[in-house]
């Protein structure tokens, strides 16, 4: 079983910054890409940003030169770093990771539960 555990998300004012992070855990021996993805009420899930194992990144044109990922793979953990944030950065953040290699076999598509990021104007 491997689960994903968001954490860092709350409340801000325009202009701030958030640090969201994501761990893994699990009988896990190697975790392929690993990103962020939003959703805001209405709205369907988005691209934030992916990095890859090794260290490769894409992001949403929305968040191009504000926010950062990250990995550290060692902790099989990911991280959002989000600057300069704007009201319509509010969402619910999903952690997710597409390929993980455990000790019960291949694991596709794991997503968290989610962390709520609300930035008010």
């Known amino acids: 079983q491997v689960q994903l555990v968001e954490s860092g998300g709350g409340l801000v004012q325009a202009g701030g910054s958030l640090k969201l992070s994501c761990a893994a855990s699990g009988s896990i021996f190697s975790i392929n890409a690993m990103g962020w993805y939003r959703q805001a009420p209405g709205n369907q899930r988005e691209l934030v940003a992916t990095i890859t194992s090794g260290g490769s990144t894409k992001y949403g044109d929305s968040v191009k030169g504000r926010f950062t990922i990250s990995r550290d793979n060692a902790k099989d953990t990911v991280y959002l770093q989000m600057n300069s944030l704007k009201p319509e950065d509010t969402a619910v953040y999903y952690c997710?990771?597409?390929?993980?290699?455990?000790?019960?076999?291949?694991?596709?598509?794991?997503w968290g539960q989610g962390t709520q990021v609300t930035v008010s104007s």
């Open positions: 997710n990771t597409d390929k993980v290699v455990t000790m019960g076999g291949w694991k596709y598509d794991v």
